[in-house]
């Protein structure tokens, strides 16, 4: 009785092997290959239950969602021969399994050879561009290059690489001070270039002005004495017709004048009694 028992246990197990070994179920996050003695049968991106020969049939599980791919911090080499220290990631995805399988087996090789990729590109492309470049200026327009490259050459793994970003990228400690000490000494000597420029330019300036002032005050001169010229020569037209009409009287009044200029009231004269100049001063005391 015992030996039939023991025997229907065993025939009992073995068929619940069997048939669990017929069926194999896939996850929504899971995309299946399926593979006949290493020989490619069918890949199975449906979540439920899937049907497979047991014993011969073997079944290969990959994610189906995004992956993360985040490389340790390296160091390259710019454009104008800065070192910097790079930290950067990844975002992949399997896009055909069975590529992937043929190529790197597993997501373990597929994160080592994205590494491959990814770096690569990036040390090739950031030594193009200065540090200022790769820093401000055109950080974008680099990474969306890289990000292209890897992509294109990840599709021959049979994976998509949604993006490439760089989170990090720092001066390495040993040259940093270096670094800013150069980038000072190239910012003062702008600043002095400026302040040359600035000086000099002042200079122009001021010459011009210099310029300008002194002909502003020779014209004003020269109106000035053409218009005190032609004051004086109208004056001496107006004494001349004055001549005309009374030479008494005008003799008189440019005697009056010529008292006016010459004498002060602290002024002592000493002249003799018949100077014509002293003719009008001897009739008033009369």
């Not at 950067?88 to 055909?96: E, G, L, T």
């Not at 990474?143 to 998509?160: L, P, S, T």
């Not at 910012?187 to 210099?210: L, Q």
Request: neutral net charge; charged residues 30%.
């Amino acid at each position: 009785m015992k030996p039939k028992l023991i025997l229907a246990g065993v025939l009992i197990i073995a068929i619940l092997i069997v048939v669990a070994g017929l069926f194999f179920a896939v996850d929504e996050t899971e995309q299946v290959i399926v593979t006949q003695l290493g020989k490619y049968i069918r890949t199975v991106r449906a979540p439920g239950l899937h049907f497979k020969i047991p014993f011969v049939q073997s079944v290969h599980r990959f994610e189906d969602r995004v992956l993360e791919y985040d490389a340790s911090a390296a160091k390259i080499i710019t454009k104008d021969k800065k070192h910097l220290l790079l930290d950067n990631y990844a975002r992949w995805r399997i896009v055909d399994p069975l590529k992937f399988y043929q190529t790197v087996r597993s997501e373990a090789g597929g994160q080592a050879r994205l590494d491959d990729i990814v770096f690569s590109e990036l040390r090739e492309e950031l030594a193009r561009h200065t540090l200022t470049e790769i820093v401000s200026i055109n950080r974008a327009e680099i990474m969306a290059k890289v990000h292209g490259n890897c992509d294109a050459k990840g599709r021959e793994y049979g994976i998509e690489v949604i993006d490439v970003r760089i989170k990090r990228a720092d001066l390495p400690e040993d040259v940093r001070h270096s670094v800013y000490a150069r980038m000072r000494a190239e910012r003062e000597r702008i600043a002095k270039k400026y302040r040359s420029e600035g000086a000099e330019a002042r200079e122009r300036i001021m010459a011009a002005t210099d310029r300008d002032r002194t002909i502003l005050l020779a014209d004003s001169q020269m109106k000035a004495e053409k218009i005190q010229g032609a004051g004086d020569a109208e004056a001496i037209k107006i004494y001349a017709e004055a001549f005309g009409k009374d030479y008494e009287f005008f003799e008189f009044v440019k005697t009056l004048e010529a008292y006016e200029k010459s004498l002060g009231r602290e002024t002592t004269v000493v002249l003799g009694s018949d100077s014509e100049f002293f003719q009008y001063l001897s009739q008033s005391t009369k």
